[in-house]
């Protein structure tokens, strides 16, 4: 009782072959990948230390002229 026999995994492959289709599995293994790879991007994202953000811009005094 505590194994399988071929016959059981052929049957259970049989079982989710029908309810899936031959399609679907292959679209449902790409959808993982997609989700496992954007969650790594994601991760590595989240470790990157932010640098500072220095601006290159200035701002000038001018005196008045008016006087």
């Known amino acids: 009782m ?6 059981h995994w052929l049957i259970v492959l049989a079982i989710v072959l029908l309810l899936f289709g ?4 292959p679209e449902l293994m790409g ?4 989700g ?3 969650f790594k991007k994601g991760i ?6 932010e640098a500072p ?4 811009k200035t701002v000038e ?7």
Do not use: L, Y
Request: no cysteine.
């Open 2 to 7: 505590g194994s399988f026999s071929m016959w």
């Open 22 to 25: 031959r399609g679907k599995i």
């Open 31 to 34: 959808d993982v990948a997609k």
């Open 36 to 38: 496992i790879k954007s």
């Open 44 to 49: 590595s994202e989240d470790e990157k230390p």
């Open 53 to 56: 953000v220095a601006s290159g």
């Open 61 to 67: 005094h001018k005196a008045d002229e008016t006087k």
